[in-house]
């Protein structure tokens, strides 16, 4: 139809205006952002402004367009290509219109919610060498955002402000010791006008904090530790002085650990700051405390004052941690109803098994009850301190342990639905080998989490009788009972997203993403995407329209590591979005493996030296790379490593030579030598591979 020219005209300038007003109402929208509507993001559920969509961080949204009646008709809406292979953990953020996520490498990106076109990336160019301190790949679990800026913390330990209109740098600020093991994956929480942020790297010997920056200017307004320092120094405060009570021997040299790099949430009723922290630097508490103790904060809830950092109470979940059992996993706030009590209470399920319901003005256990078979204590008592089994404390031997290293429960974040009173949460049910290595010392740089990775006597057989296995849970709380699972086929699965219209989604590890009735596990929708899904989905409207929206990706040893947890579908990383009779499709990659080829490069080396290659291979390598040279996908396979890749061996690992790649150097850590035992056993590897022994 063609429209006279004036009213063309007309049409166009209308729709300049109204584009001028979406765009400043935009600009005043995020503007808006401020203490008041997050205190209030629960009265917004257009929008998704905050890491666990309010507070209290219960990931339970009211919109219900997508319903048990309509889901069936919920589709893909758009798709949009990180470029990356690496693991995606993100929890994108939705303000009027534009979501906000941050990527592998600590990237940044403001994203049409609407269509999915992406509006701009902000990359902090971070030191790819850093990769190095990065246990679990160079994740990141998601941005802040508060007064028109978006916050995120960098694997390199940097916390960045930048304009959430623009993506321009506002800020920056160097939170750790620059090129020290500490990393940051974990998403930063906005309190009274500060951003909080902590860290990682307990395996590799570091002392855990936490600290609070000024949001306009970046200015450090507290910081607070969760483990003491050098004894022979003042300590920073008096928590710092109880807790040197329970620890022995030279602990700090290494650290003690105890980094919170997950969750931190704040309360604005009690005006508390809360704190999950992690294992202990190394894992094993004999080595890193000879004479015994709790090891204080390890492994422990700690509660602080929002504007100061002081600590107000603390609940340690595992006493003188000895199996890596962090409590940094999501903790919730809630109300609820005990024993006809209203109760303001605190929830989380750390790695050790046990789900915990502390009274949260207090610190007090209410309640605990295991989610899975735990092996590492025989209970609880009556203040939910465990009763430790004496096999699993001494770990004289090689000793299976459950829950594993991995977790009964990790970062995976939980929801909960007010209406089912459910909490619904990832379990794995995993066993793992704990061999101490007793000649450990602390070496700087290295990981130090004191396991011996040379043990191959007859226990190690033994793990395959143990095959990991993985469920989502409906968790009745106050009941501590489970009310429901839904088993799945690959032990690892993502976090949850709660609705009001009796929903819970929830992806995996082989990037199968469903919907769940919420009262009782039905499975109501389903759709494969790829690759697999670990993240948790949020959801939100533009123009009345409500969308699901899920971060899929998959990297590093969350996939594959020492041992495999399962393979997951690894494949370049995407946002995805769904809406009712969305209709977009996604290519599934080809998951059939090429055959490996014979390998045409030789290094001459012994058997003890090919061995020895073994051990090396799993102290730096396996950890991206896969155990027993089994990759990924996510990083390279290097049994398909071609001969002009092992004719530069030696530039590449202690040279550095495909450091923008993200490969860091080794020199430091490998001699040519070991350089060369390593190869050796990579090409052994290759060679098994391209032709079985049994052909
Ligand atoms: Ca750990």
């Known amino acids: 139809m063609r429209l006279p020219i004036s009213l063309r005209l007309t049409g166009t300038l209308t729709l300049f205006l109204l584009w001028t007003l979406t765009a400043s109402g935009q600009n005043r929208a995020q503007a808006r952002i401020d203490d008041r509507a997050l205190r209030a993001a629960d009265d917004d559920p257009a929008n998704w402004i905050t890491y666990g969509r309010t507070y209290d961080e219960q990931r339970h949204s009211p919109l219900t367009e997508i319903n048990e009646q309509t889901v069936g008709r919920l ?36 994203v049409d919610a609407r269509t999915g076109r992406q509006i701009w990336m902000y990359d902090p160019k971070v030191p790819k060498d850093h990769s190095k301190f990065a246990c679990c790949d160079v994740v990141n679990r998601g941005a802040a955002l508060y007064q028109g800026k978006v916050y995120a913390g960098t694997i390199d330990g940097r916390l960045i402000a930048v304009d959430a209109a623009t993506g321009a740098l506002a800020w920056e600020t160097q939170t750790t010791p620059r090129g020290s093991a500490y990393t940051i994956t974990g998403a930063p929480r906005i309190a009274k006008g500060r951003v909080l942020i902590g860290n990682g790297g307990a395996e590799y010997g570091v002392r855990g904090y936490v600290s609070a920056y000024d949001a306009e200017t970046g200015q450090l307004a507290w910081r607070t530790y969760t483990v003491p320092g050098d ?34 949430v704040y309360d604005p009723e009690l005006d508390l700051v809360y704190i999950g922290t992690g294992n202990g630097s190394p894992w094993y508490a004999r080595l890193r405390s000879p004479g015994g103790g709790d090891n204080l904060y390890l492994a422990s809830i700690l509660a602080v004052r929002a504007d100061t950092g002081e600590q107000v109470w603390h609940f340690q979940t595992t006493p003188g941690d000895n199996w890596d059992y962090t409590a940094v996993q999501p903790l919730m706030l809630a109300d609820l109803a005990i024993n006809g009590r209203q109760r303001r209470v605190i929830m989380q ?94 070496k700087p740089s290295d990981q130090n989490v004191g396991r011996d990775s040379t043990y191959a006597g007859p226990q190690l057989e033994r793990q395959r009788l143990f095959p990991p296995k993985g469920h989502l849970v409906a968790w009745d709380p106050v009941g501590q009972r489970e009310a429901w699972r839904a088993d799945h086929p690959v032990p690892m699965s993502g976090g949850t997203l709660s609705t009001a219209a009796n929903l819970v989604f929830q992806g995996r590890a082989d990037g199968m993403f469903r919907a769940y009735r919420a009262t009782d596990g039905r499975v109501l929708w389903e759709f494969q995407a790829d690759p697999g899904i670990l993240a948790a989905p949020i959801t939100y409207t533009v123009e009345g329209k409500q969308y699901i929206a899920v971060l899929a990706g998959l990297g590093g040893p969350s996939v594959l590591g020492n041992r495999p947890l399962g393979r997951g579908r690894v494949g370049s990383g995407r946002l995805l979005a769904f809406a009712l009779g969305g209709s977009a499709t996604l290519t599934l990659s080809d998951r059939t493996p090429p055959p490996v080829p014979m390998p045409t490069f030789a290094v001459q080396a012994s058997r003890d030296e090919i061995t020895q290659g073994r051990f090396l291979f799993g102290q730096f390598c396996s950890r991206c790379h896969g155990g027993d040279v089994v990759g990924s996908g996510s990083v390279p396979d290097l049994r398909y490593a071609t001969t002009a890749i092992h004719e530069t061996f030696e530039e590449i690992v202690r040279g550095g030579a495909r450091r923008q790649f993200g490969m860091p150097s080794f020199a430091e850590d490998v001699t040519s030598a070991q350089g060369r035992m390593i190869q050796a056993y990579i090409l052994e590897r290759a060679r098994l591979a391209a032709q079985p022994p049994n052909q």
């Open 75 to 110: 589709g893909l809406a758009w798709s949009l290509d990180l470029g990356t292979t690496r693991g995606l953990e993100a929890t994108p953020l939705a303000k009027d219109g534009v979501l906000y996520t941050t990527s592998a490498w600590s990237i940044l990106y403001a």
């Open 231 to 264: 004894p022979s120094k003042p300590f920073e405060s008096e928590a710092m002085k109880r807790a040197a009570q329970t620890w022995s021997g030279e602990w700090w040299k290494a650290g003690g650990g105890g980094t919170a790099w997950d969750s931190i």
């Open 349 to 442: 399920a750390p790695k050790n098994g046990f789900f915990y319901m502390l009274d949260r003005q207090t610190g007090e256990c209410i309640s605990a009850r295991a989610v899975v078979e735990v092996t590492w204590a025989t209970g609880l008592d009556s203040r939910c301190r465990p009763i430790d089994s004496a096999e699993a404390r001494e770990l004289k031997d090689a000793t299976f342990v459950k829950p594993s290293p991995h977790g009964a429960h990790n970062w995976y974040p939980m929801s909960f639905n007010p209406v089912t009173g459910l909490v619904y949460f990832s379990v794995v049910d995993d066993a793992r080998l704990h061999v101490v290595d007793d000649a450990w010392a602390y």
